[in-house]
């Protein structure tokens, strides 16, 4: 994880400000404002340091998932051609800003995050430290899993036997996803992991001021208005 100036955005702020831009993004009707969410996320991509290839790599591992929520969006909405592609590229910007998250995002500035949010709930006695611990372990689980489906495939493909059976394929990803985060888990225990809760600093606060603003301003021109 390199050291930029996402990094310097509190996780919480981070997360908020994420969610933030996907509301906006799928709530926005003018093809400026989708430009201009589109501009931001190629600049967060810039700042971020990856090659574009990895990102490819991130959508061919979610294309089944993304053509669901598109032939979902098929059967819910009226749509046309142009309302198709439009939705499409938004799925693939929603790809990319939660790709952005995860490279500047490790597994403790995650569970802060979420601590973060749901913070508020300690008010009604929910152990929010543990609740969200456990969001977090199910995240890692999720994406274990889909980072192992493309790896054996690539194994299959290498030795020609592309098997997509529950022996051959559904089993050794579950099996191998469930290694992986039994593994997390013991070494969470032996280092003896406890979260570490910051407030956002300045600088995450003015983000979130101009992140709300842009918020309160998309709401009320492409939903009020």
């Given amino acids: 994880m390199r050291n930029?100036?996402?990094n310097k955005i509190s996780p919480t702020a981070r997360l908020i400000c994420l969610f933030i831009l996907i509301i906006c993004l799928f709530v926005a009707k003018s093809i400026f404002l989708i430009l201009f969410i589109t501009t931001l996320t190629v600049i967060l991509m810039l700042i971020t340091g990856k090659k574009v290839n990895i990102y490819v790599n991130i959508i061919k591992k979610l294309i089944i998932l993304l053509l669901f929520l598109l032939i979902v969006y098929i059967i819910?909405?009226?749509?046309?051609?142009?309302?198709?592609?439009i939705f499409a590229c938004k799925l693939i910007i929603m790809t990319l800003l939660f790709a952005i998250?995860?490279?500047?995002?490790?597994?403790?500035?995650l569970h802060q995050a979420i601590y973060?949010?749901?913070k508020?709930?300690?008010?009604?006695?929910?152990?929010?430290?543990?609740?969200?611990?456990?969001?977090v372990i199910a995240l890692l689980f999720l994406k274990s899993l889909i980072n192992n489906k493309q790896n054996?495939?690539?194994?299959?493909?290498?030795?020609?036997?592309?098997?997509?059976?529950?022996?051959?394929?559904?089993?050794?990803i579950i099996i191998n996803s469930a290694n992986e985060l039994n593994d997390i888990q013991i070494h969470l225990k032996t280092k003896f992991y406890k979260l570490s809760y910051r407030?956002?600093?300045?600088?995450?606060?003015v983000i979130l001021i101009i992140f709300a603003i842009l918020f309160i301003f998309v709401?009320?021109?492409?939903v009020i208005l």
């Fill in 101 to 109: 998250f995860d490279f500047n995002t490790d597994f403790s500035q």
């Fill in 219 to 222: 709401i009320f021109k492409e």
């Fill in 4 to 6: 930029n100036i996402i």
């Fill in 120 to 135: 508020p709930l300690e008010k009604i006695k929910i152990n929010v430290e543990k609740f969200s611990l456990d969001i």
């Fill in 116 to 118: 973060g949010c749901l």
């Fill in 152 to 172: 054996i495939l690539e194994i299959q493909n290498a030795h020609n036997k592309r098997q997509l059976t529950l022996k051959g394929y559904i089993l050794p």
């Fill in 76 to 85: 819910m909405f009226e749509y046309n051609i142009f309302n198709l592609l």
């Fill in 199 to 205: 407030k956002n600093n300045r600088f995450s606060n």
